[in-house]
C-alpha cells in the first residue's frame, strides 16, 4: 500500500511531506520506546508512536522510515515538524489511539513483517 | 576511495534533543561517498544507540568513525561511570536508565544489544570509575 492508503484507512491528516504520499509502505512498527523501534523496524516502514520529541524523527531517520503516524492526536511542535521536513519524512496525525491504529491498518493488510 | 576517511565528534551532555547529530551526520557522509544503503542503516543504527548512551550514561564522549574501503569502524570513548556488569548491560531489556530517560523513548534495554545485533564486531573495554571504549566494525 502506500502512505494516502495509510492515511485514508486512519482517516489520518497530513502534518508534512505532501508531495510524498505516494510513497510505498510495506511494514509498520508501533512503539513509544524508540530501541525497540530501532531493533525491531523493517525497511519502507511506517512508525506509530504516541511519543512527540525530536529523538523519533532521529530515530525515523536512521531507519529510513517512509512516515510517522501521531497517534491519540498527539500534536508535535514546530522544532519536530521542521527536522522532519529536512528530512524529507511525511507526518501524519491521528485520534485514534495506538492499539486501534494498529488494528484498522493490519486489518488492512499491513503487517509487522517477520520476527 | 584507497584512503581511510577519519571524522570525530564531541559528543555534548544534558542536551538530549540534540543526541544523534553527529550519526545522521555521518549517515548523510555515507551516502556521499557511495556506500551501500544497507551499511549505512547498519552504522546509523549502531551508532545511534551508543550517541544516546553516552548522552543518558556518560555525560558525553567522543566518537571517532573511520571509513576505509573494506569496513567502517565507530569507537565511542567516554569517561563516564563504566559498565559494573557487562553480561547484564547486554541482554535486551536490562537498563539502568532513570525514568526520565524512559520518558523520553529509550531506557527499554535495547541499546548495547542492538548495538551488537548491527554490527560484525563489537568490543567493550570498561574501567568502572574511568570510562567506557566501545569500538564497533561493519564491514562493507
Same mark, same amino acid.
Given at each position: 500500500m502506500t502512505v494516502k492508503d495509510v492515511m485514508n484507512v486512519l482517516g489520518a491528516r497530513v502534518l508534512v511531506g505532501e508531495e510524498h504520499l505516494d510513497r510505498e509502505v510495506r511494514s509498520a512498527c508501533g512503539s513509544d520506546m524508540m530501541s525497540d523501534v530501532l531493533a525491531?523496524? +523493517?525497511?519502507?516502514?511506517?512508525?506509530?508512536?504516541?511519543?512527540?520529541? #525530536?529523538?523519533?524523527i532521529r530515530t525515523a531517520e536512521?531507519?529510513?522510515?517512509?512516515?510517522?503516524?501521531?497517534?491519540?492526536? +498527539?500534536? #508535535?511542535?514546530?522544532?519536530?515538524l521542521e527536522m522532519a521536513k529536512e528530512r524529507e519524512l511525511v507526518v501524519l496525525e491521528t485520534g485514534h489511539r495506538m492499539f486501534s491504529s494498529c488494528g484498522m491498518l493490519y486489518a488492512a493488510g499491513l503487517h509487522g513483517g517477520a520476527i | 576511495m584507497a584512503d581511510v576517511i577519519a571524522l570525530t565528534y564531541e559528543i555534548s551532555p544534558d542536551d538530549f534533543t540534540r543526541a544523534g547529530e553527529a550519526s545522521s551526520d555521518v549517515k548523510s557522509k555515507l551516502k556521499q561517498v557511495g556506500v551501500s544503503p544497507?551499511? $549505512?542503516?547498519?552504522?546509523?543504527?549502531?551508532?545511534?544507540? =551508543?550517541?544516546?548512551?553516552?548522552?543518558i550514561h556518560a555525560e558525553g564522549g567522543k566518537i571517532t568513525v573511520e571509513i576505509s574501503p573494506t569496513e567502517i569502524k565507530m569507537i565511542l570513548a567516554d569517561k563516564g561511570p563504566g559498565i559494573p556488569d557487562i553480561d547484564r548491560a547486554m541482554q535486551a531489556g536490562w537498563s539502568t536508565a532513570p525514568d526520565e530517560v524512559r520518558s523520553l523513548?529509550? =531506557?527499554a534495554g535495547m541499546g548495547l544489544p542492538n548495538?551488537?545485533?548491527? @554490527?560484525?564486531?563489537?568490543? $567493550?573495554?570498561? @574501567?568502572? =570509575?574511568?570510562?567506557? @571504549? $566501545?569500538?564497533?566494525?561493519?564491514?562493507?
Open positions: 525491531f523496524s +523493517k525497511d519502507h516502514s511506517v512508525l506509530l508512536t504516541g511519543l512527540c520529541n #525530536p529523538q523519533v536512521m531507519l529510513d522510515i517512509v512516515c510517522i503516524i501521531f497517534v491519540r492526536g +498527539k500534536k #508535535p511542535d514546530e522544532t519536530i | 544497507a551499511a $549505512i542503516r547498519k552504522v546509523a543504527i549502531a551508532m545511534y544507540e =551508543g550517541e544516546i548512551n553516552m548522552v523513548g529509550f =531506557g548495538m551488537k545485533k548491527y @554490527t560484525d564486531e563489537m568490543n $567493550i573495554e570498561t @574501567t568502572l =570509575g574511568v570510562g567506557t @571504549t $566501545i569500538t564497533m566494525i561493519v564491514k562493507l
